[in-house]
């Protein structure tokens, strides 16, 4: 049995003022690929990984895309969550 998990996960540090976007893409419980939007690039942790990640870096327009996640994914969906998570206490 082979499994593809990609995960993205938002990190805020208070509120939207400073905003971590990050992308793991994990095969066979192995984290092989990884995207922080603090370090600007994916980074691979094995062999395919780092193969991957070397062209996913070189194409300036997919990586502007992933850049930006920062605004289209996280930002955009903490004022719809913002009233289950963070005034719930």
């Excluded at 593809?4 to 992308?23: A, D, Q, W």
Aim: charged share 30%; hydrophobic share 35%.
């Amino acid at each position: 049995v082979f499994q593809l998990m990609p995960m993205s996960e938002c990190h805020f540090i208070n509120g939207t003022e400073k905003v971590r976007y990050v992308e793991r893409q994990i095969y066979n419980r192995m984290q092989h690929l990884m995207f922080d939007s603090d370090v600007g690039h994916y980074v691979g942790f094995t062999p395919y990984g780092e193969r991957i990640a070397k062209d996913w870096n070189s194409d300036p327009a997919w990586m502007e895309y992933k850049r930006t996640a920062v605004d289209r994914y996280c930002r955009h969906n903490y004022e719809v969550f913002r009233p289950f998570s963070v005034e719930r206490r």
